[in-house]
Nanobody, 127 residues
Framework: EVQLVESGGGLVQAGGSLRLSCAAS???????????IGWYRQAPGKEREGISC????????YYSDSVKGRFTISSDNAKNMVYLQMNSLEPTDTAVYYC?????????????????WGQGAQVTVSS
């Protein structure tokens, strides 16, 4: 069973930085394994959106236009951890951030195809 646990959310002023962490269990980040793992967010009254994702099977790293150049996704394969470094945060980045993973080939933007989700971490950016 895949389990994902996020940490690192909080309150920050506009222009500040936060780093989110996701601890994954139930599968390992091995070179031959097909998986996608990434970060999604949902603001009040809005749909959940994919913001950054790593696809192991083809080496693609995805960023949405809204975070490109400000956020960086990385992984520590030995620790089964994925991180999201968020810089130059804006009030519009306020949302609950979720780690999601799927152990099969899926598009990073296909939120509905991810069946494994963490509990979410609140990120609030004040102006």
């Amino acid at each position: 069973e895949v389990q994902l646990v996020e940490s690192g959310g909080g309150l920050v002023q506009a222009g500040g930085s936060l780093r989110l962490s996701c601890a994954a269990s139930g599968f390992t980040f091995e070179p031959y394994r097909d998986y996608a793992i990434g970060w999604y967010r949902q603001a009040p009254g809005k749909e959940r959106e994919g913001i950054s994702c790593i696809r192991n099977y083809d080496g693609i790293t995805y960023y949405s236009d809204s975070v490109k150049g400000r956020f960086t996704i990385s992984s520590d394969n030995a620790k089964n951890m994925v991180y999201l470094q968020m810089n130059s945060l804006e009030p519009t980045d306020t949302a609950v951030y979720y780690c999601a993973a799927e152990v099969r080939p899926v598009s990073c933007k296909a939120v509905a195809y991810f069946n494994n989700w963490g509990q979410g971490a609140q990120v609030t950016v004040s102006s």
